[in-house]
């Protein structure tokens, strides 16, 4: 499978996109010294629906509540996926995006697996740039913030039957965020329940991926942990990856990282810290990684680093990991270096601080 398919700023097409614009900003009431992740949303949408034949009906509108029938097949057999991608602003005050078109080809990929239509490229793109130029001034220039966007499908056919539906919605919205996690996380390696199955839909970012999860990571939050860690679904021997993100071990002075298979998830935000890593000259393994061999780094003390990378979260270390009732702590084990020289990296080149080599940043024109 081709994971990444990054290409320069070059699509342009003439979509026909009819606005419908707020009369008033809510921004005024936001206080974005104080935003809690999520619970703030910019002030439009972008909207397209799929007919059965075509995506029709692109607008802007208000960021507002959807008339829904009972019967929306989405709600009860499934067919709604998402992405979750950041903007940024340069010094100049240019909206940019990160890797959109990977993000598009993620999508569709989802699409694909979850007999859903595929959404052209250029349209995923053109969307999100139209909305994020509308909507510029919710890009927060804090360090450590941006304006999260949360492209997504799904099946609107108010129908019984278990049948793709052949009517889709694909909405845009934003929020504006700083962290996802606070602060270095405790994962508790899972062994009972399994995220994803071979020939499943694991690689897919399908809504049922995160519902499964929840039960698992709440019983993992009353032991005391953050996250789960999910381990391989037949004998829960090899790591995969969190219920929120993929996972970096540092041992040895290297970098090693869970190979992908059809049961995780093909990380962005995993891609970019690989390309870093690699571009410093650090030594990278994608390869599977066995619990007992992360144990016996621990208890040689070649541990050096374990941490998490993702959309939402970026890159966010993990100072412990519990398996079979026992605690692992990292304090102490690692400097950080690597995992903070890469975080840097990646967030001068996002907001352009830094050259960009491998062509990332998208920046958004105006419209
Ligand atoms: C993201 O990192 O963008 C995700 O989609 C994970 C989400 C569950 C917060």
Wanted: glycine letters at 8%; a negative charge; charged letters at 20%.
């Amino acid at each position: 499978m081709q994971y990444f398919n990054s290409k320069p700023y070059s699509t342009q097409m003439a979509l026909e996109v009819t606005y419908e614009l707020k009369t008033e900003s809510t921004i005024g009431s936001v206080d974005f010294d104080h935003i809690q992740f999520g619970r703030v949303f910019a002030d439009h949408m972008f909207m397209a629906t799929y007919d059965g034949a075509q995506w029709i009906e692109c607008k802007i509108a208000p960021y507002g509540p959807l008339t829904l029938s009972p019967a929306t097949s989405a709600l009860h057999y499934g067919q709604s996926i998402f992405e979750g991608m950041k903007a940024f602003k340069a010094a100049d005050g240019t909206p940019l995006l990160f890797r959109p078109f990977d993000n598009a080809a993620r999508f569709n990929r989802s699409a694909q697996r979850m007999c859903m239509p595929e959404i052209p490229e250029s349209l995923f793109v053109e969307a999100l740039e139209r909305l994020i130029w509308v909507d510029r001034q919710w890009i927060p220039t804090k360090e450590g913030s941006s304006l999260y966007i949360r492209p997504f499908m799904f099946a609107t056919d108010d129908f019984l039957g278990v049948r793709p539906s052949s009517r889709y919605l694909f909405i845009a919205w934003c929020c504006p965020v700083v962290a996802y996690y606070s602060q270095p996380l405790k994962v508790k390696i899972e062994e009972k329940y399994a995220r994803a199955a071979p020939g499943g839909v694991g690689f897919t970012k399908c809504a049922g991926n995160y519902g499964a999860a929840m039960l698992p990571t709440r019983e993992a939050q009353e032991e005391g942990f953050d996250q789960v860690l999910w381990t391989d679904p037949v004998d829960h021997e090899f790591l995969e990856e969190t219920g929120t993100t993929n996972c970096f071990v540092v041992a040895e002075d290297r970098l090693i990282t869970p190979a992908l298979t059809d049961t995780m998830l093909a990380g962005i935000t995993r891609d970019s810290v690989i390309s870093l890593a690699r571009a410093q000259g650090i030594k990278v393994e994608e390869r599977p990684i066995r619990v007992s061999e992360l144990k016996a780094w621990h208890a040689a003390g070649s541990l050096q680093e374990m941490f998490i990378t993702g959309t939402a979260a970026t890159l966010v270390n993990i100072q412990g990991f519990g398996h079979q009732g026992k605690y692992y702590a990292l304090e102490g084990t690692g400097s950080h270096s690597i995992s903070s020289s890469i975080l840097d990296r990646l967030d001068a080149i996002r907001t352009r601080q830094a050259a960009d080599p491998f062509g990332w940043v998208h920046p958004v024109p105006a419209r």
